[in-house]
């Protein structure tokens, strides 16, 4: 079973940046064979997509409206996936989750695969 928690949120101006991590542990402490993703839900709206790996490891898929402004990476050694956000603007404000599961696609995830609780994203203007 994997488990996943997720960090690095909190209240920042609009402009500003934001790292999130994902720490991953379980069985598969590599998760070979797991896309993995982040993904946001917004207060009334449905959970989106953001950026993600495919279970390869390597391939990255973006939400083709952030490129540019939001990074994933991912160091297994400490087991934990990262979410860099810049240029933040206040619709960025959401929770913000991570997930992975054995599938080729990060997008996707279900909620049946494994999913961390959140973290709080607030973006002010």
């Known amino acids: 079973q994997v488990q996943l928690v997720e960090s690095g949120g909190g209240l920042v101006q609009a402009g500003g940046s934001l790292r999130l991590s994902c720490a991953y542990s379980?069985?598969?402490?590599?998760?070979?064979?797991?896309?993995m993703g982040w993904f946001r839900q917004a207060p009334g709206k449905d959970r989106e997509f953001l950026a993600g790996?495919?279970?390869?490891?390597?391939?990255?898929y973006y939400e083709d409206s952030l490129m540019g402004r939001f990074t994933i990476s991912r160091d297994n050694a400490k087991n934990t996936m990262y979410l860099q956000m810049n240029s933040l603007k206040p619709e960025d404000t959401a929770v913000y989750y991570c997930a992975a599961g054995k599938r080729p696609d990060p997008r996707v995830l279900y909620p049946s695969d494994a999913w961390g609780q959140g973290t709080q994203v607030t973006v002010s203007s």
């Open positions: 379980g069985r598969t402490l590599t998760l070979s064979w797991y896309a």
């Open positions: 790996f495919g279970w390869d490891g390597s391939s990255t």
